[in-house]
């Protein structure tokens, strides 16, 4: 079975700017969760999908957003970059079942900010 | 809120011993609790997921435990070895959102 992938792998934006991440599930799974990693703050929270619906919201500014589509590929827009944007962004997919919430993550996309 | 504390932050043995990693969390009201490793760079390994009816779980050279009433998990690894030189994160699971501790970054020298 194929893992979680992300596309692209690496970016450079500049302020002000946005971006478009794209996250592929495992087959099978229905929920897709995204997270931040910063050296500074580790790995925060950003949102989770699940049905095309965002099920849980962490606390992050409206500049980022989400969508899942019917096949369960889900995308992250963050408008008008900031530096401090910069940051690994990991998502991960689960069944999604009550009765099993492991989590599996892609390899990430990194995000510069310049 | 939930708060999860891993220590240490920081670890180096030497090849071939025993060693525990520790997770403390501040809310037992959680669904499970999931045990990775992150090399660097790269995205997060899953290693172990007890749920919060088990106490432990065992995969190879790793055994994880739970103790939901005093917010505890550890993460045992038998004789280790360079290959699992890596960082070590815990996460729980509570009410639908995961909490990530700030990791142990272990060196195992050969």
């Known amino acids: 079975k194929a893992g979680v992938t992300q596309t692209p792998r690496y970016l450079i934006k500049t302020r002000g700017q946005q971006v478009t991440l794209s996250c592929s599930p495992i087959?099978?799974?229905?929920?897709v969760s995204w997270y931040q990693q910063t050296p500074g703050q580790g790995l925060q929270f950003l949102f989770e999908?699940?049905?095309?619906?965002?099920?849980n919201k962490g606390n992050f500014p409206g500049r980022f957003s989400g969508r899942q589509f019917s096949n369960s590929r889900s995308e992250m827009n963050v408008s008008t970059l900031e530096l401090g944007d910069s940051a690994l962004y990991l998502c991960?997919?689960?069944?999604?079942?009550?009765?099993?919430?492991?989590?599996?993550f892609g390899p990430g996309t990194r995000l510069t900010v310049l | 809120k939930q708060e999860v504390t891993q220590i240490p932050a920081a670890l180096s043995v030497p090849e071939g011993e025993n060693l525990v990693l520790n997770c403390s969390f501040t809310?037992?009201?959680?669904?499970?609790l999931q045990w990775f490793r992150q090399d660097p760079g790269k995205g997060l390994t899953s290693l172990l997921l007890i749920q919060s009816s088990q106490r432990e779980q065992t995969s190879g050279r790793l055994n994880a435990s739970l103790d939901k009433s005093s917010g505890r998990s550890t993460l045992y690894i038998a004789a280790s070895q360079p290959g699992d030189s890596a960082t070590y994160l815990c996460?729980?699971?509570?009410?639908?959102?995961?909490?990530f501790g700030s990791g142990t970054k272990l060196n195992v020298k050969p």
């Open positions: 087959s099978g799974h229905r929920s």
């Open positions: 999908y699940f049905s095309e619906t965002q099920r």
């Open positions: 809310d037992s009201a959680i669904y499970n």
């Open positions: 996460a729980v699971l509570n009410f639908n959102k995961f909490y």
């Open positions: 991960a997919s689960s069944p999604g079942r009550t009765t099993n919430n492991e989590q599996f």
